[in-house]
């Protein structure tokens, strides 16, 4: 199938698309969160990857590392175009904003919290050891094939990744921590049962 790609044909091509898209997809939603967004990072890392094909390695090697290499860079180009585009709409006078609860919010609520507290830490991490850990974490790839689709070496790989873990253990924490509210006296966390009757009320004006 690697020769077929790297002569352009285009059934080959779909197969490799097929094949790999949802890795792509999988590793760009987790990443952004947005999975339109996502979409698009797909789209753009395979016309990236069509343009590129004569570079795709003979048999015997997967193309994950390859795939995932030129989609980590496009991840890159679309975050940078993102935050511009943010820091635009931050300029414009803001619109009213209509709250949409659902009865799922209260019981979910913990798991909420964890999962934004971790997508913060996760930010908060250096782009290297973020890349490394979404990589061999999220996306499944070994160390060689995250070494070779970021163009550094196993051993560098394995320390990012080791001090991703570390600090993303610690970060999690640390946000977790910040967002809990402190009501007087010291005591953490919210009324849940409060908080429901307000969803409740709100759902019903």
Known sequence: MHARVRAGDPEAFRELFQAYAPLVYGYAARATGDRGLAEEVVSLAFLEAWRLRG???DEGET???W???IAVNVL???ARAKRRHERAMARLPPREALPDFADEVVSR????ERLAAARAALERLRPAEREVFMLCVWS???YAETAKALGVRVGTVRSRLSRARDR???LTEEELARREPVRAGGQAGGDRRLLAVRLSEERHR
């Open 168 to 170: 993303l253990r610690r």
């Open 140 to 142: 499944g790839l070994s």
């Open 76 to 78: 890159r180009n679309t």
């Open 63 to 65: 193309p994950r590392p």
């Open 67 to 69: 795939l995932m290499g």
């Open 109 to 112: 609520m913990a798991d909420a």
């Open 55 to 57: 570079r795709l390695r």
